[in-house]
C-alpha cells in the first residue's frame, strides 16, 4: 500500500490491526483458494459456519467463559441492547437498578424507563462524571432483576477497575468500549454487551453473552429479532447476520490471541495509558478529566489552558497525521482512545509531540 497509515485515535470505529485489515482485504476477493469473496457467500455455507463457530471458540478461549453462558452475534449497535435488555429481562411489576456514569448510562437509562421501573443506584453526575461512584455509594433498590453498569465511559473517559456491587442480582454491563481488553471473571456476570466498533472489528455487530438462566425470562410475546432466547437457538442466524463483521472480529480475536491473549492485551492496555497519563500529570498545561482511580485504559480525557490551545493542539496534531483527538463535546478538550490495536508508537509519538507544542506554546 503507498499511502502511509494515521495514527488514528478515535473513539470508535477505530483503529484495527494491519495484519487483520490485510487479511481481510486478500479474502475480500477470494476466501482461501475458493474464488469467491467473504462477503459473496451465504451465511449458511459451510465456509461462514466455520468461521462463526471458531469466532464463538475464540472468545469463549480469550475470557474463559463458562459453558452455561451462551453467546450472540446481533445488530441494532449497543444501542438496541438499551431496549433489549430490559424488554428481555425486567418483568412486570421489577425494578432495574442502574449505574448512571455518563452519555451512554444516561441512554440505557432513558429506554429502559419504556419498559418498566428504573432505579438510579448511583450516580457520579456531580463533578461531571469524572469518576466512577465507589462500592459504598452503590444503594441497591433490594430485588432488582438486574443492576446495569458501563464498565468503561468512553466520552468521559473513567472506567470500572471492579465490578460493583449487584446484591446477588444478575450484573448487567455495557462493554462497548473495553470488551476483550483485559481478563474478566465472566461468573460475576449476567449478561455482557458490547458494539464491535472499538476493540473488536468493524460496525455493525453487536457481541451478547448471556448466563443460560436468564434466557427464561424471554418472552414469547417479544418480537423475534429482540428476543434473546430466539437468537439464541437460532445460534445467531435467524435471519441473515452481519457475516463480513463476524469474519472481521473473528480474525481479530485470533489476532488477540496470536498476540498473548487478554493477559498481553491488557499488559500492553496499561503500559500505553500509562505512559500517556505521566505525560499528562507532569505536564502543566494539562488536566485530566478522569480522577485517578477512575482512570480508563481505553479514552484519555484531558483540558489544556484554553480552548484555543486545545483547538491549535488538534490542528498541528492532525497535521503530523495524529488524527482524531478532538474530545467529545460534553467534556471539550482532548480524547486519545487507545484500544488494543492501537500501537505504543502511536502513544509515544502523541507524547513527544505534547511536550514539544507545550514547550514551544506556553513560553
Ligand atoms: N455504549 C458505549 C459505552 C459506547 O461507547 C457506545 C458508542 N460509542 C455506545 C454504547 C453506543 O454504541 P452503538 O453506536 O453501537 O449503538
Given at each position: 500500500?503507498?499511502?502511509?497509515?494515521?495514527?488514528?485515535?478515535?473513539?470508535?470505529?477505530?483503529?484495527?490491526?494491519?495484519?487483520?485489515?490485510?487479511?481481510?482485504?486478500?479474502?475480500?476477493?477470494?476466501?482461501?483458494?475458493?474464488?469467491?469473496?467473504?462477503?459473496?457467500?451465504?451465511?449458511?455455507?459451510?465456509?461462514?459456519?466455520?468461521?462463526?463457530?471458531?469466532?464463538?471458540?475464540?472468545?469463549?478461549?480469550?475470557?474463559?467463559?463458562?459453558?452455561?453462558?451462551?453467546?450472540m452475534f446481533l445488530?441494532?449497535?449497543?444501542?438496541?441492547?438499551?431496549?433489549?435488555?430490559?424488554?428481555?429481562?425486567?418483568?412486570?411489576?421489577?425494578?432495574?437498578?442502574?449505574?448512571?456514569?455518563?452519555?451512554?448510562?444516561?441512554?440505557?437509562?432513558?429506554?429502559?424507563?419504556?419498559?418498566?421501573?428504573?432505579?438510579?443506584?448511583?450516580?457520579?453526575?456531580?463533578?461531571?462524571?469524572?469518576?466512577?461512584?465507589?462500592?459504598?455509594?452503590?444503594?441497591?433498590?433490594?430485588?432488582?432483576?438486574?443492576?446495569?453498569?458501563?464498565?468503561?465511559?468512553?466520552?468521559?473517559?473513567?472506567?470500572?477497575?471492579?465490578?460493583?456491587?449487584?446484591?446477588?442480582?444478575?450484573?448487567?454491563?455495557?462493554?462497548?468500549?473495553?470488551?476483550?481488553?483485559?481478563?474478566?471473571?465472566?461468573?460475576?456476570?449476567?449478561?455482557?454487551?458490547?458494539?464491535?466498533?472499538?476493540?473488536?472489528?468493524?460496525?455493525?455487530?453487536?457481541?451478547?453473552?448471556?448466563?443460560?438462566?436468564?434466557?427464561?425470562?424471554?418472552?414469547?410475546?417479544?418480537?423475534?429479532?429482540?428476543?434473546?432466547?430466539?437468537?439464541?437457538?437460532?445460534?445467531?442466524?435467524?435471519?441473515?447476520?452481519?457475516?463480513?463483521?463476524?469474519?472481521?472480529?473473528?480474525?481479530v480475536t485470533k489476532?488477540?490471541?496470536?498476540?498473548?491473549?487478554?493477559?498481553e492485551m491488557s499488559?500492553?492496555?496499561?503500559?500505553?495509558?500509562?505512559?500517556?497519563?505521566?505525560?499528562?500529570?507532569?505536564?502543566?498545561?494539562?488536566?485530566?478529566?478522569?480522577?485517578?482511580?477512575?482512570?480508563?485504559?481505553?479514552?484519555?480525557?484531558?483540558?489544556?489552558?484554553?480552548?484555543?490551545?486545545?483547538?491549535?493542539?488538534?490542528?498541528?496534531?492532525?497535521?503530523?497525521?495524529?488524527?482524531?483527538?478532538?474530545?467529545?463535546?460534553?467534556?471539550?478538550?482532548?480524547?486519545?482512545?487507545?484500544?488494543?490495536?492501537?500501537?505504543?508508537?502511536?502513544?509515544?509519538?502523541?507524547?513527544?509531540?505534547?511536550?514539544?507544542?507545550?514547550?514551544?506554546?506556553?513560553?
Amino acid at each position: 500500500m503507498s499511502v502511509e497509515r494515521v495514527y488514528n485515535f478515535s473513539a470508535g470505529p477505530a483503529v484495527l490491526p494491519v495484519a487483520v485489515l490485510e487479511e481481510a482485504r486478500d479474502n475480500l476477493l477470494s476466501l482461501g483458494e475458493s474464488g469467491v469473496g467473504i462477503c459473496e457467500i451465504s451465511h449458511r455455507s459451510k465456509e461462514f459456519t466455520a468461521i462463526i463457530e471458531q469466532t464463538e471458540a475464540d472468545i469463549r478461549e480469550l475470557y474463559g467463559i463458562p459453558k452455561e453462558y451462551r453467546v450472540m452475534f446481533l445488530q441494532g449497535g449497543a444501542s438496541m441492547q438499551f431496549s433489549m435488555v430490559p424488554m428481555n429481562l425486567l418483568g412486570a411489576g421489577q425494578t432495574a437498578d442502574y449505574i448512571h456514569t455518563g452519555v451512554w448510562s444516561k441512554k440505557a437509562i432513558a429506554e429502559a424507563k419504556k419498559v418498566g421501573e428504573v432505579h438510579v443506584a448511583a450516580t457520579s453526575e456531580e463533578g461531571n462524571f469524572c469518576r466512577v461512584p465507589r462500592g459504598e455509594e452503590v444503594r441497591l433498590s433490594g430485588s432488582a432483576a438486574y443492576v446495569h453498569f458501563t464498565s468503561n465511559n468512553t466520552i468521559f473517559g473513567t472506567q470500572w477497575h471492579a465490578e460493583p456491587p449487584c446484591g446477588g442480582a444478575p450484573l448487567v454491563c455495557d462493554m462497548s468500549s473495553d470488551i476483550l481488553s483485559r481478563s474478566l471473571d465472566i461468573s460475576k456476570y449476567g449478561l455482557i454487551y458490547a458494539g464491535a466498533q472499538k476493540n473488536l472489528g468493524p460496525s455493525g455487530v453487536t457481541l451478547v453473552i448471556i448466563r443460560e438462566d436468564l434466557l427464561e425470562r424471554s418472552s414469547d410475546s417479544l418480537p423475534t429479532m429482540l428476543n434473546y432466547r430466539k437468537m439464541v437457538e437460532g445460534k445467531s442466524l435467524y435471519n441473515t447476520p452481519p457475516t463480513f463483521g463476524i469474519y472481521l472480529l473473528g480474525l481479530v480475536t485470533k489476532w488477540m490471541k496470536k498476540n498473548g491473549g487478554l493477559a498481553e492485551m491488557s499488559k500492553r492496555n496499561e503500559e500505553k495509558a500509562r505512559i500517556l497519563y505521566d505525560a499528562l500529570d507532569a505536564n502543566a498545561a494539562c488536566t485530566p478529566h478522569a480522577d485517578k482511580d477512575s482512570r480508563s485504559l481505553m479514552n484519555v480525557t484531558w483540558r489544556m489552558s484554553s480552548e484555543e490551545m486545545e483547538k491549535r493542539f488538534v490542528e498541528e496534531a492532525t497535521a503530523r497525521r495524529m488524527t482524531n483527538l478532538k474530545g467529545h463535546r460534553s467534556v471539550g478538550g482532548l480524547r486519545a482512545s487507545i484500544y488494543n490495536a492501537f500501537p505504543k508508537a502511536g502513544v509515544e509519538a502523541l507524547v513527544s509531540f505534547l511536550e514539544e507544542f507545550t514547550a514551544r506554546t506556553q513560553s
